[in-house]
């Protein structure tokens, strides 16, 4: 396949996931996948480390091997899928970023879970990456699972610490500061600071040292990540959260899968998996989406975001 021929898929499949149409994203992977797959079982080809790539046929009697190659938020999505493996496989080995070993070792449905960066791949059949799975199980929005509900006891017994709130307070999680590599999700923070300034809220702080200068250092924020280095403990505290408003990054679906209520804001140009033009997902059941009203224009929607946050109902 050509370049060319490759774009022309990349820009297809785009445009369907965007419409929420699966089968015709999936359609223009085939365009791909199907000839390798073709070349797999031609006379006389040698056959590499692709033989191993599960392609969605039953995987019963087989060892099955998911790694995870992109990033944390990619992880928590996509993972809900593994469960489904599994139950059909002889066993099921999960390689997972380090940082989300505390949080998924353990919790059922996911085989043995293992550090990706440092353990050995164990003997395998077949595999997969974790975001490649709704592709082989030909998943559409209408049947796609539920965010993992799995996640072990020790993170929803809530004991990790207390977080500080007056009466009457809403508690909300911020993270405006996502990952380097796409600095065009990321909210400046003189951006969101209006929202502070609403009475009735008590505001949490998502971000981690990193991304702290004098400006957030002196808002009345509590950092969560000053409490804790560690995953499990931060899921703890989304869970005290009344709301979490943040940018497309992990807290959005870490928050998401563990079901709190969930505000996106997402720049005029966002990720396919957000679809267009819609403020819900069918990822998840709970999240509300706020998309920049032109591009670059994160005043505009601060502005959504803080009239919606005056129309919430009183606590109770």
Not at 125 to 140: F, G, H, K, N, Q
Not at 288 to 299: L, N
Request: net charge negative; aromatic share 8%; proline share 10%.
């Amino acid at each position: 396949m050509t370049e060319t021929e490759l774009q022309d898929v990349a820009t297809r499949w785009q445009a369907a996931m965007r419409a929420g149409d699966f089968e015709a994203a999936w359609r223009q992977t085939d365009r791909i996948e199907g000839p390798r797959r073709e070349q797999q079982h031609a006379p006389g080809f040698v056959r590499g480390p692709q033989h191993l790539v599960w392609d969605g046929t039953p995987p019963a009697g087989r060892s099955v091997l998911v790694r995870c190659l992109h990033g944390l938020g990619d992880t928590l999505q996509f993972m809900r899928f593994v469960p489904t493996v599994a139950a059909q496989a002889r066993e099921l080995h999960f390689l997972v970023q380090p940082m989300l070993l505390a949080l998924l070792q353990g919790a059922p449905g996911l085989g043995k879970v293992s550090n990706a960066w440092t353990d050995h791949p164990p003997a395998h059949e077949v595999e997969i990456e974790v975001m490649e799975l709704p592709y082989a199980l030909r998943s559409t929005a209408a049947t796609l699972p539920p965010p993992y509900p799995h996640l072990p006891p020790r993170v929803r017994e809530r004991q990790v610490f207390v977080l500080p709130v007056e009466a009457g307070q809403r508690r909300v999680a911020l993270f405006w500061s996502a990952s380097r590599w796409d600095p065009s999700r990321s909210l400046p923070f003189d951006a969101l600071a209006p929202l502070l300034a609403l009475p009735g809220f008590r505001f949490y702080d998502l971000q981690q040292d990193l991304h702290r200068n004098a400006d957030v250092l002196a808002a009345p924020l509590v950092p969560v990540w000053r409490h804790t280095e560690s995953i499990l403990a931060a899921a703890s505290a989304l869970l005290e959260m009344d709301l979490v408003i943040a940018v497309d990054g992990m807290p959005a679906h870490l928050a998401a899968t563990l079901g709190r209520p969930t505000w996106l804001l997402l720049k005029h140009e966002a990720d396919w998996r957000w679809g267009e033009g819609r403020s819900d997902s069918p990822w998840y059941p709970g999240l509300r989406i706020f998309r920049q009203p032109r591009p670059g224009d994160w005043e505009g929607l601060v502005d959504e975001v803080m009239d919606a946050a005056t129309r919430l109902p009183p606590l109770h």
